[in-house]
């Protein structure tokens, strides 16, 4: 019997608690749970300690994409010996920029981890998977935005079963009537992704997200088609005009993009996200880009952004009693 334990901990575990569970995963055992930002994995059985910490990789890895990030793992125990951790691959430590409550799309319990899930996801393509992973993580950080907007659109079409392209042509044409001539591959790819994880919940909730960044959904697709073969093919400057340009505007459609991919895999795992969620988070976005693009926060949206405003407002209130108090004590002290 060998035995795997390990100890993280992360800020999301706070509001997103992880109430205790047992689970049986290819013969072992999987026990889980979180205290405030503590969280834990441990898994005994009779395999191997190397195909148990292969299978504490891949459950790190569901998580990832359904909380957004990964947990900070601070010990690692094998068969009741401390192990090294300081040189673990660089994807896990995931930039604090996805570090977010809102990122969270479904919970970590006995329903999401699950042997079942873990064998769909095992079947997906990793290289695509593995390569946001580390999109994301600290390591990318410094990395200049138009580069990772690039590699990530690689991803879109790394996840994209193409099987479907027909299909999603005759969508766009039938769709969209600015869609004249010829409808590449790639658009297919993206326009299946912010059609399904984008745009239908960008007009569910009215998130107003497109009229900040001054486009309509075809022209959302064409931006991101025409960067993606820009970069990637070294065209001529006069070529595909549509192209994301602006710093602000790279960074916007990166977050969305990053959601949206991870909507998509959690779909494909067939696991069952709040759309309470879903919709507070364009509506984060809808918040953020007026405050990065139009210096406004007015009117906002999101359920976060509105809290924030509050404390501020808040802090400036209990600031000026406290001034105004110390005002009063002066004056009672001169007199």
């Known amino acids: 019997m060998n035995r795997i334990t390990t100890k993280y901990i992360s800020k999301i575990f706070v509001q997103h608690n992880v109430q205790p569970f047992e689970v049986k995963i290819f013969n072992s055992r999987v026990s889980i749970r979180s205290v405030g930002k503590e969280f834990s994995i441990d898994i005994w059985g009779r395999k191997t300690p190397q195909k148990l910490y292969d299978l504490l990789a891949d459950i790190e890895s569901l998580i990832f994409f359904y909380i957004g990030s990964f947990p900070l793992m601070t010990s690692l125990k094998i068969n009741g010996v401390d192990k090294d951790i300081s040189d673990r691959v660089g994807k896990y430590h995931t930039s604090s920029n996805f570090v977010k409550q809102n990122l969270v799309v479904c919970d970590i319990s006995a329903n999401t981890i699950t042997e079942q899930k873990l064998q769909r996801f095992k079947q997906m393509n990793q290289m695509a998977l593995f390569s946001l992973q580390h999109l994301m993580s ?3 950080e410094h990395v200049i935005t138009n580069h990772k907007m690039t590699l990530l659109l690689h991803v879109v079409q790394g996840i994209y079963d193409d099987s479907c392209c ?8 039938n769709k969209y009537p600015a869609a004249t001539g010829t409808i590449g591959d790639y658009m297919a790819s993206v326009y299946w992704l ?3 994880y984008f745009f239908k919940y960008h007009s569910k909730y009215g998130c107003g997200i497109l009229a900040l960044l001054r486009v309509n959904q075809y022209q959302f697709l064409c931006k991101l088609t025409d960067t993606r073969n820009w970069y990637s093919h070294f ?6 005009p549509l192209r994301i340009r602006k710093g602000k505007d790279f960074i916007i459609y990166f977050e969305i993009l990053c959601y949206a991919i991870r909507l998509a895999i959690v779909d494909e795992l067939n696991v069952q996200f709040e759309e309470e969620r879903i919709q507070e988070f364009y509506y984060t976005v809808h918040d953020w880009a007026l405050g990065i693009l139009y210096n406004r926060n007015e ?10 405003q509050e404390w501020e407002e808040f802090k400036v209130r209990v600031a000026q009693l406290e001034a105004g108090a110390g005002l009063a004590t002066s004056v009672e002290n001169l007199q």
Request: aromatic share 6%; glycine share 0%.
């Open 138 to 140: 600290v390591n990318y």
């Open 166 to 173: 027909a299909r999603d042509k005759q969508a766009i044409k």
């Open 194 to 196: 912010c059609n399904e």
């Open 235 to 240: 065209l001529a400057e006069t070529k595909k």
């Open 299 to 308: 009117p906002l949206k999101s359920q976060t952004y509105k809290d924030a």
